[in-house]
């Protein structure tokens, strides 16, 4: 179905900057994200330079969000060994 013309959902084509915006809502550091470092470091979006058009950005975030805001991997890699 779809929406209507004037009340479509529009983001942005620079995905660095639509994770970078995720994490202030969620009151998480974008510079704790290595993906997002990474991304701005090389050229392929921005955590800073970023335009928000309507509702001010800081009435959507939730200050109490449980997520990870140390900084280091959040997954485990180490490399388990099945078999003999």
């Known amino acids: 179905m779809g929406f209507p013309h004037d009340e479509r959902p529009r983001f942005s084509d ?3 900057a639509i994770d970078a915006t995720v994490c ?3 009151n998480l550091d974008p510079a704790l994200v290595l993906p997002l470092v990474y ?3 090389w050229g392929l979006g921005t ?3 970023i335009e928000y058009v309507g509702d001010p950005l800081d009435t959507f975030v939730t200050p109490d969000f449980k ?8 997954t485990d890699l180490r490399v388990v060994w099945v078999g003999s």
């Open 47 to 49: 955590v800073t330079d």
């Open 67 to 74: 997520v990870n805001r140390r900084p280091g991997s959040t």
């Open 24 to 26: 202030e809502i969620i």
């Open 14 to 16: 620079d995905p660095v």
């Open 39 to 41: 991304g701005d470091a």
